[in-house]
């Protein structure tokens, strides 16, 4: 069940990379706050991405789960391999669209950095302590803007932090045009409200075609893996899915709308689908949040063992910011850490207020410092996850 291009579309690709074709509607500049041409031999967004892997907390990806948290399974998803996996896809896609693939390569490897452990609960338990402690929520979309942009002041493009801001954009149409970004004060107020109103994520339209295709790849990227993850870890039973154009198994969605893409995409000044493809994504992606991500988010075990950790976690460190307990980890494995890591901040880290630098902390964590926090703060704690081991 593997679509193929067409021999007219493919013909034109060959012809194409023959004469190193480049669209005429791939992104070339950036801008940056600094005003800085930056390069790295001769890519400004080769840059990008180097500052982006050579972050400290890009390493942190690979004990992030994607969705399945508390299971000793070295097969499951972590957000290291996502990533990646949408990296891939992105840039195959946007190389034979002629795009910036060193813009698709940042924006892919940097849309996730800001996403707290234990993913989908750990971040809906995140907004919700902020919310309730601050009035402003918490996004993962958001904050990897402010890990990149505010934390470790990277000086990165405008168009790789608004790509990075706009990946959970909620598509409402197959032909999809960017909507430009005017300035770094026009983002910024974007990012402010955000955290206002968190339904405006969503909303944050993508400012460049490369933005776009990688988020299309995000979605491809995660519909198929994420099926793959929950048979093999026998979630809840046997669990199936309804069979559609772009496919049922994770190689046959990831090919078959690439496909899709480049033959509506190539040349033009959009990106575009398949009505038809466009509307089974929608419902891959919905069927995927009813028995998959809803299911998992709504587990007790999270709900009566992670919650109440994040919430003391939170309670604690506060407290001991507030205090000016030094020898707490959130001066000596926080506050401190990232002081001496961060040579381009203009005034040192940890000047927001507790709330703000408690949740920087709180998001950075893996899933298993997590847990060792807790422990640490907690000797004592009543709460406490059950791992599913790897003979259970």
Known sequence: ????????????????????????????????????????????????????????????????????????????????????????????????????????????????????????????????????????????????????????CYDLSLQVLSGIAAHNVKLTDPVMNPSKVADFDSFDRIIEECGEDRSLVSRILPSTLEAYVVRLSDIVSYIGRDRYDTSMVGF????????????????????????????NSLGKPYICLDKEYFDAIKRARSENYVKIYDRVTESAHFEFSVKPMMEDIYEKLSDDMRRGRYDSPIFSHHIDYINSVSRDRREPY??????????????????????????????????AVNYIGYFD
């Not at 034979?96 to 809906?124: M, R, V, Y």
């Open 1 to 152: 069940m593997f679509d193929s291009l067409t021999d007219e579309t493919a013909e034109s690709l060959k012809r194409r990379r023959e004469t190193a074709f480049f669209s005429d509607h791939a992104c070339s500049d950036s801008i940056r706050r600094s005003g800085e041409k930056r390069f790295t031999l001769g890519s400004p967004f080769a840059y990008d991405t180097d500052m982006i892997v050579g972050c400290p907390y890009f390493n942190r990806y690979a004990d992030k789960t994607q969705v399945f948290s508390l299971i000793r399974n070295d097969d499951i998803t972590r957000r290291s391999l996502h990533v990646r996996l949408v990296e891939r896809t992105a840039r195959r896609i946007g190389a034979a669209l002629g795009l910036n693939t060193d813009l698709i390569e940042a924006i892919a490897l940097g849309h996730d950095i800001g996403h707290p452990p234990f993913a989908h609960a750990g971040e809906k338990f995140l907004d919700s302590i902020c919310y309730d402690r601050t009035g402003k929520h918490f996004s993962h979309a958001i904050h990897s803007v402010r890990v990149l942009d505010k934390i470790f």
């Open 236 to 263: 809840g039973g046997e669990v199936s899915f309804s069979d559609s154009y772009i496919g049922l198994t994770e190689a046959e969605i990831v090919n078959n709308i690439s496909v899709n893409i480049i033959e």
């Open 350 to 383: 940890g000047n927001d207020g507790v709330d703000v630098t408690v949740t920087d902390y709180i998001a950075s964590m893996t899933d298993d410092y997590f847990v060792d926090i807790y422990r640490e703060l907690f000797p004592d704690g009543r709460y």
